[in-house]
């Protein structure tokens, strides 16, 4: 399973972002796919996932804010809105067979306040 995640940069508090991953590969064998951050100093947390059947779970910094939602082609999306100075850091996405967790390259998302 190949990840390619998209989106990202720079944005005021406040305003709206949306990140993209689209998987490749074996994408059938794929069950949860997900968004983790890491802000500087921080540790990596899961921001967001969601199963193929469609359940999510959030952190809950970013419940109300941030949708994960994710199509037929396993192309997951966070919509993120509200954003906040604290939501800086870098995106990564994931994707989760029944042994291997896979991750993608991450993205900077930066909001300044």
């Known amino acids: 399973v190949q990840l390619q995640a998209y989106g990202g940069g720079l944005v005021q508090a406040g305003g709206s972002l949306r990140l993209s991953c689209r998987a490749s590969?074996?994408?059938?064998?794929?069950?949860?796919m997900g968004w983790y951050r890491q802000a500087p100093g921080k540790q990596r947390e899961l921001v967001a996932s969601?199963?193929?059947?469609?359940?999510t779970n959030y952190v809950d910094s970013v419940k109300g804010r941030f949708t994960i939602s994710r199509d037929v082609k396993n192309t997951v999306y966070l919509q993120m809105n509200v954003l906040k100075p604290e939501d800086t850091g870098v995106y990564y996405c994931?994707?989760?067979?029944?042994?291997?967790?896979?991750w993608g390259q991450g993205t900077q998302v930066t909001v300044s306040s």
């Open positions: 994931t994707a989760d067979t029944r042994n291997t967790n896979y």
């Open positions: 590969g074996s994408i059938f064998r794929i069950n949860r």
């Open positions: 969601i199963s193929t059947g469609g359940s």
